[in-house]
């Protein structure tokens, strides 16, 4: 898997900025039991997980990802934290080193979008958690994103990261297949819930958090990919770039939705 | 101004099954206090009428709508209710027949959208409101639908209503713009939220309600009119509809966004 946002410290800046804006709107409605065990799937550098074992401080969280190097930096966040009830493994999602039904709760943020084989990932998850356990499953939309004033240079560099992602074998539209693969996947009482990112000059901190350093960051992020890629060319990317700021000021407005599923096996 | 969908009674059915479903979504924080007086412009057949002075039975509603066969529809509705604290007349929003500051609020649904000139429109009951009162304007926003499974051919019908809708006057992709409108009109303290409708087949009553009878029927109802604009031909439209009745299978998921701002004068 290629993970099309790359790893360098603009990124991983990036993450951690997202994460702050978007904490309340996509984890507040997320706590599990004293006691229970939960398998985060994909933390990355951490960002999810710092707020996922702040808010269950007598869970135990087994954190996993597949990158070594995201992994040491998630666990120096943790570190510094002085929370004790993470775990930290590198590991592959499609090749889990844990017995079935070992975990009572799964969690899996940011990471089925990058994946070729969704459905076969969530079929894999629902063999270590245990009956009656939930899986929460949160992804974005990059199509549920629309804007004021509406631009097609903004569309079409947004266009260039749906296709590089496509391209290494993910799907950056996933939100709204959420509902569907859970039910596919086999889980029961799939109820899924969208969480929309309305932006507005009177709302500044989400301007800056999330228009601003969220996601037209992330699309700024790929744009010597998408030009080596021949999706488009310096001029036309950067007028989307442009566009996609000009949303930020006093009479634009930015829309984007997250999709967060919880169903139980 | 031409009305994109028409006056015939199953536009009149269509708008009161989008009334009957969305009236939680969009209307319940709304309630306006005993003894205020109240605008409501646009009142057509008085699907929203009804929730509104159910809502706030000791404020006094006066609803307005430039058709006349449709404001006698609505007063036969009301009629029909035992609620005495309605008026309907008659009367083009760009000639009020009121005097100025003459109303403590002012309520606008599916209005601006049909407008050509909706800023001037905003000005205009800007002036009828009284300085301290509130402003509240509700618009869909059709950029904003998407679905799965996503079908090129859905979408295009999609942009037809947008075209026709344009062509018309008016604009269909308003809803993002109900900040900026309410700001460059001169409102105080405008607060715009994002009422998304999400659909999966886990809420059949959506399923039905918004997505076949209220979005898709009205798409299926501007059929004649963008065939005969040249805007598609026929075997394209009906796949365009197909696709968004397919959306209500098992698997499937719709999603459409309406915007509601609140606004001081």
Chains 1, 2 share one sequence.
Not at 8 to 15: A, G, I, P, S, V
Not at 43 to 59: H, I, K, M, N, Y
Not at 148 to 168: F, G, H, T, W
Request: glycine share 10%; with cysteine; aromatic share 10%.
């Amino acid at each position: 898997m290629t993970y099309v946002h790359g790893y360098d410290t603009r990124e991983n800046e990036r993450l951690e900025d997202q994460a702050g804006t978007l904490v309340d709107l996509l984890h507040s409605d997320t706590a599990y039991p004293p006691g229970s065990t939960v398998l985060e799937v994909g933390c990355g550098v951490g960002a999810q997980t710092l707020t996922l074992a702040r808010r269950s401080p007598d869970a135990g969280f087994t954190s996993i990802d597949v990158s070594a190097a995201s992994i040491a930096e998630a666990r120096q966040k943790i570190d510094g934290t002085g929370l004790t009830n993470v775990e930290f493994q590198q590991a592959d999602i499609f090749a889990l080193p844990f017995d079935a039904e070992s975990f009572d709760h799964v969690f899996v943020c940011f990471v089925l979008e990058h994946l070729s084989r969704p459905l076969q990932a969530l079929a894999i998850l629902k063999g270590v958690l245990r009956p009656g356990g939930t899986i929460t499953v949160i992804e974005g939309d990059h199509g549920s994103a629309y804007f004021y004033p509406d631009s097609s240079a903004a569309q079409a560099a947004i266009d260039c990261l749906v296709e590089l992602q496509r391209r290494a074998g993910g799907n950056a539209l996933i939100g709204r297949q959420v509902f569907p693969l859970l039910v596919e996947a086999g889980f029961e009482a799939v109820r899924v819930s969208p969480r929309m990112v309305y932006v507005d000059s009177s709302r500044p901190e989400l301007v800056d958090g999330f228009t601003r350093k969220t996601f037209t960051a992330m699309v700024e992020g790929i744009r010597e990919p998408a030009i080596a890629a021949g999706l488009t060319d310096p001029e036309r990317f950067d007028a989307g770039v442009r566009d996609l700021y000009r949303t930020t000021e006093r009479d634009g407005v930015f829309c984007y939705t997250f999709f967060k599923g919880v169903a139980r096996k």
